[in-house]
């Protein structure tokens, strides 16, 4: 009774820690950050894309718009004309059903379900890391790795109060999967029920997170290694059970209910180089080299991210373990699960910082086993000291790291304010429904979710995650290569561009056919860079002058250059809203300091009455100093008439009427 009551101590301090030092930002009490019902506003992007979701679960029983041709089409991303929806329904459902169950007791909004989520689940990780290592190192090593896990930089700030991501059930999942893998390994009797459990959990992972793959990929290797490595018929017979079992347990799953998520399973491999090579946007750029997630996993931030003293102790963990078990003449399931789990996360920081998240927890349960190896060590010592300095060194690494990832939390803010949500207030109640928002592909979810209004561009990018399904699960009437990365290239290329006749040709087309017209041209081009380079030169001219570019020099026939340009330049067009927050500067200028005036400026530009000033200061210069009310930026000169500048400024004319403003967000209208 003494250990039960021990044991459930060490989990609760687990768990209420974890949760604690994940709701250290909740008490942010700036008005200015949170709603009309006292609830602070997400903190960025993404949660307001599974919260749209969320609310469309709630609302209509499933996650997208409509349904079209038997699949379910998101109606608000990607338009037009949308999208088929992909995105795993697990936290959409967890949020929903837990909403129902806390609406028995008192009155929550699903808003405010959303955001506690993150800090009531991702505990649990630490909780399943103590068991597992229990198993192994008893209840101080567990404690340790548990702490550890919570506390984890990166995790942590992933899965702070009110940002509502996949990222708060990825490790309790994961570590799900391991713990009932080792049970079932270690166990003599209900071996069968565990191994199908692990695998039901495989497939409740395929629809939380997109790359569930990996643990199943991790999974399988871990097995396959085991069946070559065998020294004896019996755990080969162990390791054979094991296999059916849970790959039953989350096959059939996969059948009934995530079709979709079967197709990427088998369809990955057979697509790795599309996701690794980053030509396979080409002719149009890759986007995602500007996401902060996926830049390069330099090691310093791999350190920060994880902790030093995590990476040290997870690290010093494999070699530990494997020498233990040498002794007893086999390697485990446990050493190799874990080991091929940190050499798959180590691989996955090729693609980016993001995919530390991976290494995370097996790194957590190794840190744990090196913990209680060096204790049981300390033991053998003559001198009783070495052991309580030992202990002493392990508490101070992990008492740093718990420090140090608090304060990191204490300061966070919601990425949006009132500012931005009086702006998608007023989208809401002044457009017309089939109205279009052009923004920054970063705002995209926000706006979609907050005006309700369908968005250009926005987070999923590409939606690089159907990659490998598309020539599977789309239908005849849908082209594999779309979506694309071609609509940052357009909006990024209309807002830098000081031809008012490209930018708005390019505008109109975006919101009124999408990629319709360089699907066109690239089916009777036969070539994607011919189409690019079409389209390039016929949406800087007028409809007339395009016609005649396109018959004489293209050689296309009047019908097919109608075809064309009732796509490029539209004669009628949906009300399209084009949203500017002030930090869309940075897009084209970088931060200086106010009155500075740097070597090589050309030109100083004030806005003076609601008019743009130039002053020309050096004509050999190549600097163009921009002074604001928020500030001073420098801009290179071939920006200093672009639209997105003279937005910025407040420009209303013939093409742009401005329609709204408040102190950080503008917001126009195209005139038709």
């Known amino acids: 009774m003494r250990q039960y009551m021990r044991t459930f101590l060490l989990v609760a301090v687990i768990f209420v820690f974890g949760f604690s030092i994940r709701m250290l930002n909740a008490g942010y009490d700036d008005p200015l950050y949170t709603d009309d019902d006292g609830l602070q506003y997400f903190q960025e992007s993404d949660s307001y894309y599974n919260y749209r979701l969320t609310e469309n679960l709630a609302i209509r029983g499933i996650p997208g718009d409509a349904v079209i041709g038997g699949k379910i089409w998101d109606l608000h991303s990607y338009y037009p004309p949308g999208v088929p929806l992909d995105y795993p329904a697990g936290i959409l459902l967890l949020a929903v059903i837990l909403h129902a169950i806390t609406g028995v007791i008192a009155p929550v909004s699903l808003r405010a379900v959303c955001l ?39 995790y942590l700030v992933k899965t702070v109060y009110g940002l509502y991501d996949t990222d708060m059930l990825i490790l309790t999942l994961s570590m799900a999967v391991l713990f009932l893998f080792i049970e079932a390994d270690a166990r003599e009797v209900n071996r069968v029920p565990l191994s199908a459990i692990g695998g039901f959990i495989l497939f409740l992972f395929s629809i939380t997170w997109s790359g569930w793959q990996v643990m199943f990929y991790v999974t399988l290797v871990t ?8 020294g004896s018929r019996k755990p080969l017979r162990n390791i054979l059970g094991n296999i059916p079992t849970g790959l039953h347990g989350s096959v059939y799953p996969f059948n009934l209910f995530n079709h979709l998520e079967l197709i990427k399973l088998i369809m990955t491999p057979l697509h790795i180089h599309d996701l690794v090579d980053k030509s396979i946007w080409y002719p149009w750029p890759d986007s995602y080299t500007t996401v902060a997630e996926l830049q390069p996993a330099y090691m310093d931030k791999v350190l920060g991210h994880i902790s030093p003293a995590l990476t040290v102790l997870g690290a010093a963990g494999i070699p530990a373990y494997y020498m233990l078990y040498r002794r007893k003449g086999s390697v485990g399931l446990p050493v190799i699960f874990i080991s091929v789990w940190i050499a798959t996360g180590a691989l996955m920081l090729l693609e980016g910082i993001r995919f530390v998240m991976i290494l995370i927890a097996p790194l957590s349960v190794s840190a744990g086993i090196f913990t209680g190896i060096l204790l049981d060590c300390s033991r053998k010592f003559r001198f009783r000291w070495i052991k309580g300095v030992l202990f002493i060194l392990i508490i101070f690494t992990v008492s740093a790291q718990l420090a140090i990832s608090g304060n990191m939390v204490a300061d966070l803010k919601p990425g949006y304010n009132d500012y931005f949500e009086e702006s998608a207030h007023w989208i809401a109640e002044n457009t017309p429904s089939d109205a279009v928002i052009i923004t920054e592909w970063s705002y995209g979810h926000f706006y979609a979710s907050e005006a309700d209004r369908p968005v250009v561009y926005d987070g999923r990018l590409a939606y690089i995650e159907t990659l490998p399904a598309r020539g599977v699960w789309y239908g005849s009437s849908m082209d594999p290569e779309i979506p694309t990365t071609a609509r940052d290239y357009w909006i990024n290329l209309s807002l830098s561009s000081e031809n008012r006749t490209l930018s708005l040709n390019i505008l109109r087309m975006l919101a009124n056919s999408g990629d319709d017209a360089y699907i066109l041209l ?21 409809r007339e002058s395009a016609m005649d570019v396109l018959m004489h020099r293209y050689g296309f026939s009047e019908s097919e250059a109608l075809r064309i340009l009732n796509m490029t330049h539209p004669m009628t067009s949906r009300k399209i809203v084009v949203v500017v927050p002030e930090k869309m500067i940075g897009l084209i200028a970088s931060k200086g300091d106010s009155g500075d005036m740097p070597a090589g400026t050309y030109s100083l530009i004030r806005l003076k009455d609601d008019v743009i000033e130039e002053e020309i200061i050096n004509s050999s210069g190549n600097v163009t100093v921009l002074e604001t009310t928020d500030g001073s930026y420098r801009i290179n000169r071939k920006y200093r008439k672009s639209l997105l500048l003279e937005l910025i400024m407040g420009v209303n004319d013939e093409n742009f009427s401005l329609v709204y403003r408040n102190k950080q967000i503008k917001v126009y209208i195209i005139n038709s």
């Open 223 to 230: 097995f396959i290694i085991l069946i070559l490595t065998s």
């Open 116 to 154: 506690i989520m993150p800090p009531l689940l991702a505990p649990l990780a630490g909780v399943i890391c103590f068991f597992t290592v229990k198993r192994f190192q008893g209840d101080i090593p567990a404690f340790i790795a548990g702490l550890l896990l919570v506390s984890a930089p990166f």
């Open 522 to 542: 690239k089916n009777q081009t036969g070539s994607e860079v011919q189409a690019y380079r079409i389209m390039n030169e016929i949406l800087g001219l007028n």
